[in-house]
């Protein structure tokens, strides 16, 4: 016995010792990646032994992870770290779970979200076969993967609890919280009406003023459900409305107009929803709209035409800047954009260029007219700024498709799940979630963010916990028994 005991003290002491000694060698020579050795280790087990405190990690850990072009740029490849390496790690464990133990909860890869996610899937794979660029393609399908794995199956089998879609909440705003002080932090340098430096004061955590801006307004919506939630104490309340009075400054300096309209018909949805209005009303108010727009489109072309407003650190006028498509440089760059997407679409429209290669293939198809003093042929400043048009180019018509009945049917599902007999606190959260969602959809139409982790954890997240609540809340009585037992 003690016999075997040294022995054991002996291993130790030998490997430690020896750790240290190549860790001093490669700090010697500037090379660092030893000394995450420990952190591995520590995450290989955290992932065996407690799986979803992994995940706990990861959410955290999503609006601070940085991208790793800032410490080895000559790479020709890019990730964001710490998060999409731990997540290439959940899919594989989610793989073997559904493959070898056989015991994930089959519910959810047959729900009907699910295969149009599969189907979504099955279609980027095909293309990035078709792909005009292979390489690109296959690393944009893996990371959709590792992105669904972990932020829709997994959340789904995690949201059960309701408890664990809060707390997720809870990792990724306090973690915002953090990147929030630091953006404002190198704003206040500029000074807060400078909107030149609220392009690029969220960098390298956010990339864009405008992705920062949408996790803002998405985590503002759920949020704002935490301050309605029924049985919470005084206190939570108080550090929730803290949270939103902080976030809703953020929103207004991050100075995105995307953001600032679909809170707008956010709240509008939100409107709806709650006062239970018709749907003939509303299907009678957009056949208004849209005819009125039919009947009067010449004259409202030449309006915004004559619309000079650049944006603006006035916030009248950057309002204003948001119809302006004849010298706003934003919003022609955008105009140029979605048209070189439409081009690309015409030459390829069933298989696409494929996913992922817009920012490398647009140059070609723009018109020397359309270009403005950010236009580029270098294939660096960004995608085809739409959610919808993006995939048209790069994965044709079926593309566009696929993505538009995920929408679809999520909010069917959410819609009718909201009307139904829920359990109050869930009811609350799902239209928290819906109404987040609703931010990114119209969000969606100028941007797209979903190839990084930033907005993936709460697009899918926000997806998964509405179909969450449709496998297993759905009736008041498992809501209740569920809810009795979370207390507990």
């Not at 650190?313 to 919003?331: E, L, P, R």
Request: aromatic share 16%.
């Amino acid at each position: 016995m003690t016999a075997l005991f040294s022995k054991k003290i002996f291993w130790f002491y030998f490997i430690s010792v020896s750790y240290l000694l190549i860790s001093i060698y490669f700090i010697y020579k500037d090379n660092y990646i030893p000394l995450l050795i420990p952190v591995a280790l520590l995450i290989i087990l955290v992932a065996i032994f407690a799986f979803d405190k992994l995940i706990y990690l990861i959410a955290f850990f999503v609006p601070l992870s940085l991208p790793l072009s800032e410490f080895m740029p000559q790479l020709d490849i890019n990730m964001s770290l710490p998060t999409e390496p731990l997540l290439l790690g959940i899919l594989l464990i989610f793989i073997i779970k559904v493959l070898y133990e056989g015991n994930f909860d089959k519910k959810i890869l047959v729900h009907p979200v699910s295969l149009l996610i599969y189907l979504q899937l099955l279609w980027i794979l095909i293309t990035s076969i078709t792909s005009t660029m292979p390489v690109v393609s296959f690393k944009f399908l893996l990371s959709r993967l590792w992105f669904l794995a972990s932020f829709y199956f997994l959340f789904v089998y995690l949201f059960k609890d309701t408890n664990k879609f809060k707390r997720i909440i809870w990792l990724y705003s306090i973690s915002l919280l953090i990147v929030i002080g630091y953006t404002l932090l190198r704003h206040s340098h500029y000074g807060f009406f400078d909107q030149e430096a609220a392009n690029f004061v969220s960098s390298p955590l956010y990339n864009d003023h405008t992705a920062y801006g949408a996790a803002l307004g998405m985590i503002f919506c759920i949020l704002t459900a935490f301050m309605f939630l029924k049985k919470v104490a005084i206190w939570q309340k108080i550090i929730t409305l803290s949270f939103l009075v902080i976030v809703s400054i953020a929103i207004i300096f991050s100075y995105t107009r995307a953001t600032w309209i679909s809170m707008l018909i956010g709240l509008g949805f939100m409107i709806i929803m709650v006062f239970r209005i018709k749907f003939k009303f509303i299907l009678l108010f957009i056949v208004v709209i849209f005819s009125l727009t039919a009947l009067f489109w010449t004259d409202i072309v030449m309006s915004l035409e004559r619309n000079r407003q650049d944006s603006s650190s006035d916030f009248a006028q950057q309002i204003q800047s948001i119809s302006n498509i004849s010298t706003d440089a934003s919003n022609m760059e955008r105009l140029n954009r979605w048209n070189c997407a439409i081009r690309m679409f015409k030459e390829k429209p069933i298989f696409g260029w494929g996913p992922g290669t817009y920012m490398f293939q647009y140059a070609p198809f723009q018109m020397s007219y359309e270009k403005t003093i950010i236009s580029t042929n270098a294939g660096d400043k960004g995608n085809a700024h739409s959610e919808y048009l993006g995939p048209l180019a790069e994965s044709g018509i079926l593309g566009a498709i696929s993505m538009i009945l995920i929408i679809i049917a999520t909010l069917y599902y959410a819609v009718h799940l909201y009307h139904k007999k829920l359990d109050f606190n869930i009811k609350v959260l799902l239209l928290g979630t819906l109404i987040g969602l609703i931010t990114y959809y119209i969000h969606g139409i100028l941007n797209n963010f979903l190839d990084t982790d930033k907005l993936s954890i709460l697009f899918w997240g926000f997806t998964a916990f509405i179909v969450a609540v449709d496998l297993y809340h759905g009736k008041i009585e498992n809501s209740d028994k569920l809810s009795e037992k979370n207390e507990e």
